[in-house]
């Protein structure tokens, strides 16, 4: 929630949530914060039109009669904006990396904020491919919105990754003098700003797994900088990265949750007869039953326990589907073509059914094909974003007892051990029951909202700044007729 927003002329405030509600054929001026801006996707950057579904007030609450609001620039006079630095490892595929990008993008977006992106590596080798910066989708998402993005390095193959150039910490230096607030994705480029030739500015700490104890020297390296008093706040993705964290030693004080949430205007169901369009161009027929196993190629996510249940769906039924994706989750990986050859052996026959898709910028069209969206992590996970981007797409989720996967599936899906039969068994049941937990589904769309994580972010650099943000902004709203 975003809290209230009041309109004057109104008697009672209006809840923020998706839409704005104004009275119909009324203007009113709207005083709204950093977090009614984002949720309302309102840019103060020239004038435009947004349609919302709301309307004029009876004695039962609001019509239905819709509006079209139109808003105009109108920031508070001498207002300074917030810099907020954001350091990524590299760019490159993984969920962790989508989120935070969401987030950057929503905050510039809103006006409110300016973000920039200093990415230590241009260019990577990650789950046995090679990444580069302009290829990669959440690169281009961040420049359409304005944001700038510079690198230090070229290749991380080439560069000692634990020291760095004076020239690279002079061009790292003058970024970080240029912002109000770092954040860190994740605790990787910590080593970067624990050098003492960067500069001391309030940091924030975005954390996005739950096995600390996995981290090697990132951890010491979020140790350091906890010791130097350079951390603000450390944000967690789920409440098990939190308790996670803290039983490693990170002060309880520090740690706050920000659970995850996706575009909701991306990600969200679509009639049957796009539902088919995406099938067809699966070459998936429309009576299937599909499973989606959106991951990258990594031991944590479980692939051969993945391969097994498959084996298994497949053979037991033979209208069933199987779509893999993600990084390395292509038959260019030889050790996936390995593991591929281990599970069907004696029966490539089944392997017609099973697409390696790699990485797809069409998640959405990719979950609206499916009846299932499945997780088989080992260790790991915290909150994984393939389980709600599945979910708001309408995609039932059958995912191991890892994280806050718990939390996350009660009421929408099962949860399972972590056997082939009992995984391939549940999404048998989860495809009969689909019906059956739409509605759950539909209902919990507000509670994973991006906007609403975007606007915890934004409060939480508020409050690390120390008084450096932009306490308000105004916009011009008038309402008129459609």
């Known amino acids: 929630m975003y809290g209230s927003m009041c309109f004057r002329g109104v008697r009672r405030p209006y809840r923020c949530r998706q839409d704005v509600v104004l009275p119909k054929g009324s203007s009113h001026r ?36 819709s509006v079209r609001v139109k808003t105009s620039r109108c920031v508070t006079a001498g207002a300074r904006r917030l810099r907020v630095l954001s350091l990524y490892e590299g760019f ?14 929503e905050l510039h977006a809103s006006g409110t904020q300016i973000h920039s992106v200093l990415s230590i590596y241009r260019e990577m080798n990650r789950e046995r491919i090679h990444q580069t910066i302009t290829s990669d989708a959440r690169y281009q998402a961040l420049l359409n919105v304005g944001v700038q993005i510079d690198t230090l390095r070229h290749s991380a193959a080439a560069a000692n990754l634990s020291t760095f150039s004076d020239a690279e910490i002079a061009a790292a230096a003058q970024h970080a003098l240029a912002a109000d607030v770092v954040l860190s994705l994740k605790e990787q480029p910590l080593h970067l700003v624990n050098h003492p030739g960067f500069p001391n500015r309030p940091l924030v700490v975005c954390l ?13 390296q979020l140790q350091v900088a906890i010791d130097a008093k350079r951390v603000g706040a450390v944000v967690c993705c789920a409440e098990s990265t939190r308790l996670a964290y803290q039983a ?3 002060p309880k004080h520090l740690l706050t949750v920000i659970p995850n949430g996706v575009d909701l205007a991306r990600f969200r169901p679509v009639s049957l007869s796009v539902r088919r369009k995406c099938r067809r161009a699966l070459g998936i027929p429309n009576r299937a039953a599909v499973v989606v196993f959106a991951a990258r190629y990594d031991g944590m996510k479980n692939v051969p326990l993945f391969l097994a249940a498959a084996r298994d769906f497949l053979q037991r039924r033979s209208d069933g589907h199987v779509v893999m994706c993600g990084a390395g989750m292509s038959l260019s990986n030889a050790d996936l073509c390995t593991d591929l ?22 998640m959405p069209a990719i979950y609206a094909a499916t009846d299932v969206v499945a997780l088989t992590s080992s260790t790991g996970e915290a909150a994984p974003l393939c389980l709600i981007e599945g979910m708001m797409c309408g995609a039932i989720p059958v995912a191991t007892d890892i994280g806050d996967c718990v939390s996350i599936v009660d009421g929408h899906g099962l949860i399972v051990e972590p056997s082939p039969a009992i995984i391939s068994a549940a999404w048998e049941e989860a495809i009969a029951r689909r ?20 606007a915890a972010y934004a409060s939480v650099i508020d409050q690390v700044s120390g008084g450096r ?4 902004a105004r916009l011009k709203v008038s309402a008129v007729r459609p």
Request: proline fraction near 4%; aromatic fraction near 4%.
């Open 248 to 250: 490693a030693g990170v």
């Open 30 to 65: 709207v005083e709204c914060r950093t977090h009614e801006l984002t949720c309302l996707k309102w840019r103060l950057a020239g004038n435009h039109v947004l349609k919302v579904g709301v309307a004029r007030q009876d004695r039962n609450g609001v019509g239905v009669d």
């Open 469 to 472: 943000a932009l306490p308000s």
């Open 341 to 362: 050859e281990a599970a069907f052996a004696d029966r490539p026959d089944l392997l017609r059914r099973l697409r390696t898709l790699g990485v797809r910028n069409d």
């Open 435 to 454: 019906t059956e937990w739409t509605p759950a589904l539909e209902g919990s769309r507000a509670r994973f909202s991006h906007t609403r994580m975007a």
């Open 208 to 220: 996005h797994r739950s096995d600390p104890e996995h981290q090697g020297l990132a951890l010491t």
């Open 92 to 105: 490159f595929a993984g969920g962790a990396r989508a989120l935070h990008t969401t987030v950057v993008k």
